[in-house]
């Protein structure tokens, strides 16, 4: 998987981040999905599970999402989003949190959120940014901070 990341980000280090999401053996769990080409792995997300507890796991948050580059504006982000979301549906996820491009995460109903705060103050430029969907019908997350596992828990995570 980490392979990918370079090419998709190649402003940003996200590979300590999926690696240690990939490798947590605690009580958050981590939904990972993934389009291989000929045995090239070419898009991927995860999807990690929190709440606004620590007890709480009716949350998730989205991120990355990574496609290489030759492959982008195929539709393969928008299919591992969608196949995410309909896996949470199915675990009983509530709510689906994402820190990224309101036109593009808005085509899928995110809308911005601001309830549920992400573990950090985000900068003013990314107001918006900060986006939710609600999953069929279930209700809210209480208000208050996301709880997320410690390899989310670095700031510069949540800066430009």
């Known amino acids: 998987m980490l392979q990918l990341y370079p090419k998709a980000f190649p402003d940003e280090d996200l590979r300590p981040v999926v690696a240690a999401l990939l490798e947590l053996e605690t009580d958050f769990d981590v939904l990972s999905m993934a389009t291989f080409e000929?045995?090239?792995?070419?898009?991927?997300?995860?999807?990690?599970?929190?709440?606004?507890?620590?007890?709480?796991?009716?949350?998730?948050?989205?991120?990355?999402?990574?496609?290489?580059?030759?492959h982008q504006r195929r539709g393969l982000g928008a299919?591992?989003?969608?196949?995410?979301?309909?896996?949470?549906?199915?675990?009983?996820?509530?709510?689906?949190?994402?820190?990224?491009d309101p036109a593009y995460y808005g085509r899928f109903g995110f809308r911005t959120e601001s309830a549920v705060r992400p573990p950090y103050a985000l900068p003013e430029q990314w107001e918006g940014a900060w986006q939710s969907i609600l999953i069929s019908g279930r209700t809210l997350l209480d208000e208050g901070p996301l709880f997320l596992p410690e390899p989310w828990m670095d700031p510069a995570l949540w800066r430009p």
């Open 38 to 70: 000929d045995s090239e792995l070419i898009a991927h997300v995860l999807f990690t599970i929190c709440g606004t507890r620590e007890v709480d796991k009716s949350g998730a948050l989205l991120a990355p999402l990574g496609v290489t580059p030759s």
């Open 79 to 100: 299919s591992l989003v969608r196949a995410g979301l309909e896996t949470l549906e199915a675990s009983g996820t509530r709510q689906v949190f994402v820190l990224g």
